[in-house]
T-cell receptor
Framework: DTAVSQTPKYLVTQMGNDKSIKCEQN?????MYWYKQDSKKFLKIMFS???????INETVPNRFSPKSPDKAHLNLHINSLELGDSAVYFC???????????FGPGTRLTVL | AQTVTQSQPEMSVQEAETVTLSCTYD???????LFWYKQPPSRQMILVIR??????QNATENRFSVNFQKAAKSFSLKISDSQLGDAAMYFC????????????FGGGTRVLVKP
């Protein structure tokens, strides 16, 4: 009965590969987010979707492509992985405007 | 640019004592929410406390309370009666409707609790 789940929790891959991280929320929320936490623990928004519609797209390389098949899922696909993509990626969701954002457990991506 | 600044990279506190974490932010908007999140070694992001900018009364959640100074754009977190389980990274963040409701985080403060 996890509220926001992410798979996988750990991902180790080689430079140049393509990988995906999946996120699902069972809270009935309309809005979902992807955040990146770098090696210095700094957290930054990447994308936000509201009811499957992209509403925030920060300055992120176009190798990163979010996809929302329905409002309960927001996946992150990354092409041509680079060393600098190594980070923890968090998915989050919220019901609407000012409500609390609920975070998933994070996915630690390591690019070798 | 809209920013959140946490000036203390690390704070140490004795068990049962009180520690205060500072946070300042910069925005020209008047309609926003402020948050403190805790991230223990498990890396799970846990909401500690939330403050609506339009409310003058400081939010309190059990041993956690904030000192919200809107004019000074300051939002400090006080942890009273510190417990070993409070050891974690703490992140201050705000959320602005005009910015698409994304959370903008500070750089974090690591809290160490000494037994």
């Amino acid at each position: 009965d996890t509220a926001v789940s992410q798979t996988p929790k750990y991902l180790v891959t080689q430079m140049g590969n393509d990988k995906s991280i999946k996120c699902e929320q069972n809270l009935g929320h309309d809005t979902m987010y992807w955040y990146k936490q770098d090696s210095k623990k700094f957290l930054k928004i990447m994308f936000s979707y509201n009811n499957k519609e992209l509403i925030i797209n920060e300055t992120v390389p176009n190798r990163f492509s979010p996809k929302s098949p329905d409002k309960a899922h927001l996946n992150l696909h990354i092409n041509s992985l680079e060393l600098g993509d190594s980070a923890v990626y968090f998915c989050a969701s919220s019901p609407r405007s000012y409500n609390e954002q609920f975070f998933g457990p994070g996915t630690r991506l390591t690019v070798l | 640019a809209q920013t959140v600044t946490q000036s203390q990279p690390e704070m140490s506190v004795q068990e049962a004592e009180t520690v205060t974490l500072s946070c300042t932010y910069d925005t020209s908007e008047s309609d926003y929410y402020l948050f403190w999140y805790k991230q223990p070694p498990s890396r799970q992001m846990i909401l500690v406390i939330r403050q609506e900018a339009y409310k003058q009364q400081n939010a309190t959640e059990n041993r956690f309370s904030v000192n919200f100074q809107k004019a000074a754009k300051s939002f400090s977190l006080k942890i009273s009666d510190s417990q070993l389980g409070d050891a974690a990274m703490y992140f201050c963040a705000y959320r602005i409707k005009a910015a698409g409701n994304k959370l903008t985080f500070g750089g974090g403060t690591r809290v160490l609790v000494k037994p």
